[in-house]
Protein backbone atom coordinates (compact mmCIF):
# COMPACT_ATOMS: atom_id res chain seq x y z
CA UNK A 1 0.00 0.00 0.00
CA UNK A 2 2.46 2.66 1.32
CA UNK A 3 2.25 6.54 0.49
CA UNK A 4 -0.81 7.96 -1.40
CA UNK A 5 1.77 11.00 -2.27
CA UNK A 6 3.60 8.01 -4.78
CA UNK A 7 2.74 7.13 -7.96
CA UNK A 8 5.16 4.66 -8.11
CA UNK A 9 7.25 2.70 -5.36
CA UNK A 10 9.66 0.06 -5.35
CA UNK A 11 11.11 -2.51 -2.77
CA UNK A 12 13.89 -4.11 -3.32
CA UNK A 13 13.72 -3.74 -6.96
CA UNK A 14 16.99 -6.51 -7.82
CA UNK A 15 17.40 -7.02 -11.39
CA UNK A 16 20.28 -9.99 -12.26
CA UNK A 17 21.62 -11.32 -15.70
CA UNK A 18 22.88 -14.63 -15.53
CA UNK A 19 24.28 -13.53 -12.15
CA UNK A 20 25.55 -10.02 -12.91
CA UNK A 21 23.24 -7.56 -11.04
CA UNK A 22 22.33 -5.24 -12.95
CA UNK A 23 20.05 -3.52 -10.56
CA UNK A 24 20.60 -3.66 -6.91
CA UNK A 25 18.00 -3.24 -4.42
CA UNK A 26 16.67 -0.18 -5.33
CA UNK A 27 13.79 1.57 -3.36
CA UNK A 28 12.27 4.08 -5.62
CA UNK A 29 9.56 6.56 -4.91
CA UNK A 30 7.95 8.71 -7.30
CA UNK A 31 6.09 11.24 -6.46
CA UNK A 32 2.64 11.94 -7.82
CA UNK A 33 2.36 14.84 -10.76
CA UNK A 34 6.05 15.95 -9.79
CA UNK A 35 9.19 15.36 -13.35
CA UNK A 36 11.55 12.54 -12.20
CA UNK A 37 14.37 12.07 -13.57
CA UNK A 38 16.66 9.12 -13.71
CA UNK A 39 20.57 9.93 -14.28
CA UNK A 40 24.09 8.12 -14.38
CA UNK A 41 26.39 6.72 -16.33
CA UNK A 42 26.59 4.29 -19.09
CA UNK A 43 25.58 0.90 -17.64
CA UNK A 44 24.25 2.67 -14.18
CA UNK A 45 21.20 0.50 -14.71
CA UNK A 46 18.66 3.13 -15.77
CA UNK A 47 17.08 1.26 -18.92
CA UNK A 48 16.92 -1.87 -16.90
CA UNK A 49 14.81 0.05 -14.19
CA UNK A 50 12.26 1.34 -17.21
CA UNK A 51 11.80 -2.14 -18.40
CA UNK A 52 11.72 -3.55 -14.87
CA UNK A 53 8.59 -0.54 -14.30
CA UNK A 54 6.97 -1.45 -17.66
CA UNK A 55 7.32 -4.67 -17.19
CA UNK A 56 9.18 -5.70 -19.99
CA UNK A 57 11.72 -7.80 -17.53
CA UNK A 58 10.63 -9.47 -14.58
CA UNK A 59 12.67 -8.92 -11.39
CA UNK A 60 14.60 -11.01 -9.98
CA UNK A 61 13.56 -10.16 -6.39
CA UNK A 62 11.47 -6.98 -5.38
CA UNK A 63 8.73 -5.52 -5.98
CA UNK A 64 6.69 -2.92 -7.67
CA UNK A 65 3.34 -0.85 -6.36
CA UNK A 66 1.66 1.60 -8.98
CA UNK A 67 -1.22 3.77 -7.22
CA UNK A 68 -0.85 1.92 -4.05
CA UNK A 69 -1.65 -1.64 -6.21
CA UNK A 70 1.36 -4.51 -6.65
CA UNK A 71 1.83 -4.13 -10.30
CA UNK A 72 4.66 -7.00 -9.76
CA UNK A 73 2.89 -9.49 -12.06
CA UNK A 74 1.18 -7.39 -14.09
CA UNK A 75 1.94 -8.27 -18.05
CA UNK A 76 3.33 -5.11 -20.08
CA UNK A 77 0.13 -4.79 -22.24
CA UNK A 78 -2.01 -4.09 -18.68
CA UNK A 79 0.34 -1.22 -17.91
CA UNK A 80 -1.42 1.37 -20.24
CA UNK A 81 -4.38 -0.01 -18.98
CA UNK A 82 -3.16 0.70 -15.56
CA UNK A 83 -2.29 4.19 -16.71
CA UNK A 84 1.13 3.96 -17.13
CA UNK A 85 2.88 4.36 -20.77
CA UNK A 86 5.96 4.32 -22.11
CA UNK A 87 7.06 6.94 -24.90
CA UNK A 88 9.03 6.95 -27.56
CA UNK A 89 8.79 3.07 -27.78
CA UNK A 90 4.86 2.45 -27.74
CA UNK A 91 4.01 5.14 -29.65
CA UNK A 92 5.39 4.67 -33.20
CA UNK A 93 4.59 7.63 -35.82
CA UNK A 94 3.23 5.95 -38.82
CA UNK A 95 5.28 8.10 -41.87
CA UNK A 96 2.58 7.79 -44.14
CA UNK A 97 0.06 8.93 -42.28
CA UNK A 98 -0.79 12.76 -41.48
CA UNK A 99 -0.92 14.39 -37.98
CA UNK A 100 -4.18 13.71 -37.99
CA UNK A 101 -4.47 10.67 -38.93
CA UNK A 102 -1.49 9.04 -36.44
CA UNK A 103 -3.56 10.72 -33.68
CA UNK A 104 -6.64 9.27 -34.60
CA UNK A 105 -4.96 6.00 -34.75
CA UNK A 106 -3.50 6.52 -31.51
CA UNK A 107 -7.46 7.21 -30.58
CA UNK A 108 -9.23 4.10 -31.35
CA UNK A 109 -6.14 2.14 -30.31
CA UNK A 110 -6.90 2.37 -26.51
CA UNK A 111 -10.28 1.02 -26.82
CA UNK A 112 -8.72 -2.22 -28.60
CA UNK A 113 -6.75 -2.93 -25.38
CA UNK A 114 -8.18 -2.50 -22.79
CA UNK A 115 -11.60 -1.84 -20.59
CA UNK A 116 -10.10 0.63 -18.43
CA UNK A 117 -9.57 3.54 -20.95
CA UNK A 118 -13.48 3.78 -20.88
CA UNK A 119 -13.41 7.48 -19.24
CA UNK A 120 -16.54 9.44 -18.84
CA UNK A 121 -13.93 12.28 -20.55
CA UNK A 122 -13.73 10.21 -23.48
CA UNK A 123 -17.40 9.70 -24.03
CA UNK A 124 -18.19 13.24 -24.11
CA UNK A 125 -15.18 13.89 -27.08
CA UNK A 126 -16.13 13.01 -30.45
CA UNK A 127 -13.02 11.68 -31.61
CA UNK A 128 -12.08 14.12 -34.54
CA UNK A 129 -12.65 16.82 -31.69
CA UNK A 130 -10.30 15.13 -29.24
CA UNK A 131 -7.64 15.01 -32.08
CA UNK A 132 -7.69 18.34 -32.86
CA UNK A 133 -7.31 19.31 -29.33
CA UNK A 134 -3.92 16.88 -28.80
CA UNK A 135 -2.88 18.16 -32.04
CA UNK A 136 -3.41 22.09 -30.83
CA UNK A 137 -2.22 21.10 -27.47
CA UNK A 138 1.20 19.95 -29.02
CA UNK A 139 1.39 22.90 -31.41
CA UNK A 140 1.37 20.71 -34.51
CA UNK A 141 -1.98 22.50 -35.96
CA UNK A 142 -0.45 23.91 -38.92
CA UNK A 143 0.71 20.57 -39.59
CA UNK A 144 -2.59 18.68 -38.98
CA UNK A 145 -2.37 17.19 -42.81
CA UNK A 146 1.13 16.42 -43.10
CA UNK A 147 2.34 13.28 -43.79
CA UNK A 148 4.42 12.56 -40.62
CA UNK A 149 7.49 11.29 -42.17
CA UNK A 150 7.91 14.91 -43.93
CA UNK A 151 8.09 16.57 -40.01
CA UNK A 152 11.51 17.73 -38.81
CA UNK A 153 12.64 15.90 -35.88
CA UNK A 154 11.41 17.75 -33.04
CA UNK A 155 7.73 17.85 -34.51
CA UNK A 156 7.76 14.26 -34.79
CA UNK A 157 8.24 14.02 -31.35
CA UNK A 158 5.78 16.56 -30.50
CA UNK A 159 3.56 14.07 -32.50
CA UNK A 160 4.80 11.13 -30.50
CA UNK A 161 3.56 12.98 -27.33
CA UNK A 162 0.20 13.28 -28.97
CA UNK A 163 -0.24 10.18 -29.48
CA UNK A 164 0.88 9.09 -26.22
CA UNK A 165 -1.43 11.59 -24.39
CA UNK A 166 -4.16 10.19 -26.92
CA UNK A 167 -3.90 6.96 -24.29
CA UNK A 168 -4.82 9.52 -21.72
CA UNK A 169 -1.81 8.24 -18.92
CA UNK A 170 -1.84 9.09 -15.60
CA UNK A 171 1.85 8.60 -16.19
CA UNK A 172 4.82 8.92 -18.36
CA UNK A 173 7.86 7.16 -18.59
CA UNK A 174 9.78 9.31 -21.17
CA UNK A 175 12.90 7.29 -22.74
CA UNK A 176 15.68 10.02 -23.38
CA UNK A 177 13.12 12.59 -24.99
CA UNK A 178 15.77 15.20 -25.93
CA UNK A 179 18.21 12.11 -27.41
CA UNK A 180 18.80 14.18 -31.02
CA UNK A 181 16.92 17.38 -30.58
CA UNK A 182 18.84 20.67 -31.44
CA UNK A 183 18.63 23.74 -29.10
CA UNK A 184 14.98 24.85 -30.60
CA UNK A 185 13.28 21.57 -30.08
CA UNK A 186 14.83 20.78 -26.22
CA UNK A 187 13.21 24.49 -25.27
CA UNK A 188 9.92 23.43 -27.18
CA UNK A 189 10.01 20.03 -25.86
CA UNK A 190 10.61 20.80 -22.69
CA UNK A 191 7.80 23.01 -22.22
CA UNK A 192 5.45 20.49 -23.63
CA UNK A 193 6.93 17.95 -20.75
CA UNK A 194 6.15 20.72 -17.90
CA UNK A 195 2.73 21.37 -19.47
CA UNK A 196 2.61 17.35 -19.19
CA UNK A 197 3.43 17.35 -16.14
CA UNK A 198 0.78 20.23 -14.79
CA UNK A 199 -1.14 16.83 -14.19
CA UNK A 200 0.40 13.91 -14.79
CA UNK A 201 3.93 12.15 -13.44
CA UNK A 202 6.48 11.96 -15.47
CA UNK A 203 9.50 9.85 -15.10
CA UNK A 204 12.29 10.27 -17.63
CA UNK A 205 15.86 9.00 -18.09
CA UNK A 206 17.80 12.09 -20.01
CA UNK A 207 21.77 12.71 -20.45
CA UNK A 208 21.08 16.34 -21.17
CA UNK A 209 22.44 17.67 -17.60
CA UNK A 210 21.09 21.31 -18.19
CA UNK A 211 17.47 19.66 -19.44
CA UNK A 212 17.41 17.89 -16.34
CA UNK A 213 18.39 20.42 -13.77
CA UNK A 214 15.40 23.11 -15.64
CA UNK A 215 12.86 20.42 -15.44
CA UNK A 216 13.07 17.77 -12.73
CA UNK A 217 11.83 18.01 -9.69
CA UNK A 218 13.30 14.93 -7.76
CA UNK A 219 16.69 13.23 -9.16
CA UNK A 220 17.75 9.47 -8.92
CA UNK A 221 21.56 8.94 -9.63
CA UNK A 222 22.73 5.51 -10.24
CA UNK A 223 25.65 4.29 -10.76
CA UNK A 224 26.22 0.17 -10.95
CA UNK A 225 22.58 -0.51 -10.78
CA UNK A 226 22.30 0.89 -7.18
CA UNK A 227 20.95 4.17 -5.59
CA UNK A 228 23.70 6.49 -5.42
CA UNK A 229 21.67 9.96 -4.37
CA UNK A 230 18.63 11.44 -4.57
CA UNK A 231 17.08 15.07 -4.02
CA UNK A 232 16.59 17.69 -6.82
CA UNK A 233 19.27 19.23 -9.10
CA UNK A 234 20.95 21.68 -6.25
CA UNK A 235 21.08 19.05 -3.81
CA UNK A 236 22.46 15.78 -6.62
CA UNK A 237 24.51 18.13 -8.45
CA UNK A 238 27.20 19.41 -5.06
CA UNK A 239 26.80 16.14 -3.80
CA UNK A 240 30.59 14.68 -3.75
CA UNK A 241 30.02 10.91 -4.73
CA UNK A 242 27.87 12.21 -7.39
CA UNK A 243 30.50 14.42 -8.76
CA UNK A 244 33.23 11.88 -8.14
CA UNK A 245 31.15 8.82 -9.67
CA UNK A 246 28.91 10.97 -12.69
CA UNK A 247 30.39 14.11 -13.21
CA UNK A 248 34.00 12.74 -12.94
CA UNK A 249 35.55 13.82 -9.60
P1 LIG B 1 21.99 2.19 -18.56
O1 LIG B 1 20.65 2.28 -19.19
O2 LIG B 1 22.11 2.98 -17.31
O3 LIG B 1 23.10 2.51 -19.52
P2 LIG B 1 21.45 -0.65 -18.54
O4 LIG B 1 20.25 -0.81 -17.69
O5 LIG B 1 21.27 -0.68 -20.02
O6 LIG B 1 22.22 0.67 -18.11
O7 LIG B 1 22.50 -1.78 -18.19
C1 LIG B 1 22.93 -2.03 -16.86
C2 LIG B 1 23.90 -3.19 -16.89
O8 LIG B 1 23.19 -4.39 -17.15
C3 LIG B 1 24.97 -3.06 -17.96
O9 LIG B 1 26.18 -3.53 -17.43
C4 LIG B 1 24.46 -3.97 -19.06
O10 LIG B 1 25.53 -4.51 -19.78
C5 LIG B 1 23.71 -5.03 -18.28
N1 LIG B 1 22.60 -5.58 -19.05
C6 LIG B 1 21.53 -4.90 -19.47
N2 LIG B 1 20.67 -5.71 -20.13
C7 LIG B 1 21.23 -6.94 -20.12
C8 LIG B 1 20.85 -8.23 -20.63
N3 LIG B 1 19.70 -8.41 -21.29
N4 LIG B 1 21.70 -9.26 -20.44
C9 LIG B 1 22.84 -9.09 -19.77
N5 LIG B 1 23.27 -7.92 -19.25
C10 LIG B 1 22.47 -6.85 -19.43
Known amino acids: T ?7 ETRGLTKEF ?12 VKRHTIHALIGPNGAGKTTVFNLLTKFLRPTSGSIHFNGVDVTRTAPADMAGQGMVRSFQIS ?23 FHFWKPRRTLHPLHERADELIEWVG ?5 DVNA ?7 KRALE ?6 LEPEMLLLDEPMAGLGHEDI ?3 SSLIKRVAANRTVLM ?3 NLSVVADLSDTITVLTRGSVLAEGDYAAVSTNPSVREAYIGG
Open 205 to 207: VEH
Open 149 to 155: GELSYGR
Open 161 to 166: FATTLA
Open 18 to 29: LGFVAVRDVNLK
Open 187 to 189: HRI
Open 92 to 114: SVFSHLTVLENVRVALQRPLGIS
Open 2 to 8: GDGDNII
Open 140 to 144: LTPYR
